[in-house]
Each structure stands twice: as C-alpha cells, then as structure tokens.
C-alpha cells in the first residue's frame, strides 16, 4: 500500500532564505507527482507536476525534484517571502492511473518578515 | 483553462441536517473526485463520480451518508447526510486536465454544532 509521507510537519523562517521540503513515498510505482499549496481552510492550488520519467520541474522560485528510485521527491523554495506561509502536499498518482491521489500529510511553512 | 468552481465556500449547519456541495468544471470532464480533509489532517478520497454510472466509493464511506450525483460531464454534487459533529471538514472537488494532472475546487468549510 502507497504511503506517503512529509518532514517536516512544520517549518518556521526568517524572509529571504532558502528552503526544502521533503516529500516520501514508500511505491515507486508511480504515474506521476503533485506539489500543491493550501492556504487556511482553502483548496488546493497545484504548484509544480512531476512525471515518472522527469528528475525535476521549476517554476519561478520553485524547484521540485524527483528520485523515483529512492521515493523522494523535493520542493526548494528559493528567496522565501511572507506570502509563501501556506500548507505544502505532495501528492502521488500510482502507476494504475486512476485518478486517485495518495497524500501526504503536508508541511505547514511561516516564512517571518 | 481547467476551474472548478465549488459551492458554498462554507457553511454552519445543524446536526441531523444535510448540505449539499455542487461543483461546475468550465470543461468537460472524464472523472470527478471528492475529497475529504479533516481538521490537522490530510485529504482522504470519499469517492469516484462518473458520468453516467454510480459513484465508486472508498472504503469507510458509504452512499447513504455521502451520496453523489453526476448528471453530466461538467457537474457533480455531495450531499453530506445526517450530519453529525464529527463531520466538520473541509469538502473538496477535484478532476484531471492534460489527462494526468489534478486540479481542485475552492473547497467546502463545513461546521456542524
């Protein structure tokens, strides 16, 4: 059964600075990964999509890597601003292709002025 | 464009009442999905909805509690039944775009006294 899991659970930062968020997933059967951000009692707005075959995707300030192998993924977040405070899932899409998504249980970011 | 636009935003409801959450995708779309997150946790798949067929739920829910219309290919609604204080959550749609990349609603806030 696919797991997935996020350290760290909470993640707490001066502005400006550099960061990585872990993603682990236990299958590396996978189809594909997901990055979203939630903010408080919101949806989820996707971040970066990551196929099987692909290492890594970026976007802006974003970098999401993929090592299929090893089932991690990570999100670096580069020049953190106070707008980045938000909730981070990953989410996997198994190898079946169902549509249905294995999340983690996300990583709450507070980047500080 | 791939938007979900999920209704209502939130809600208080009694206990003993149901709320029914509707979802229009500016497109149309193969499979709809309906998400549950509960207060601190992550999202857990209630169900599949397709068009023209029952909707496919996941263990631990069932159509009596959390029954799902999905009257044509940009549409779909969850009923929460009956509720009770423990169904306080946030409701969210989701389907796929590009065929494998998912996207959500603005989610559903829902507390129940």
């Known amino acids: 059964k696919q797991e997935v899991t996020q350290i760290p659970a909470a993640l707490s930062v001066p502005e400006g600075e550099n960061l990585v968020l872990n993603c682990s997933f236990t299958d590396s059967a996978i189809y594909n990964l997901q990055w979203f951000r939630q903010d408080p009692g919101k949806g989820l707005t996707s971040l970066l999509l990551?196929?099987?075959?692909?290492r890594e995707q970026t976007s802006g300030r974003l970098n999401a890597s993929l090592d299929k192998s090893s089932g991690r993924s990570t999100l670096y977040i580069a020049a953190s601003q106070p707008g980045d405070s938000a909730t981070y899932l990953c989410?996997?899409?198994?190898?079946?292709?169902?549509?249905?998504?294995?999340f983690g249980q996300g990583t709450t970011l507070q980047v500080k002025p | 464009s791939a938007v979900i636009s999920q209704k209502p935003s939130r809600d208080i409801c009694q206990r003993g009442t149901s709320l029914t959450i509707q979802c229009q995708v500016d497109s149309q779309v193969t499979m709809m999905f309906w998400y549950r997150q509960q207060p601190g946790q992550s999202l857990t798949l209630i169900a599949t909805a397709n068009q023209g067929s029952e909707a496919t739920y996941e263990s631990g829910f069932v159509i009596d509690k959390f029954p799902i219309s999905r009257p044509n290919l940009t549409f779909s609604t969850l009923t929460v039944s009956n509720m009770s204080p423990e169904d306080s959550s946030i409701y969210l749609c989701?389907?796929?775009?590009?065929?494998?990349?998912?996207?959500f609603g603005q989610g559903t806030r829902l507390t129940v006294v």
């Open positions: 989410a996997v899409l198994p190898s079946s292709n169902t549509g249905k998504l294995i």
């Open positions: 990551i196929q099987s075959s692909q």
């Open positions: 989701s389907s796929l775009k590009g065929p494998t990349e998912a996207f």
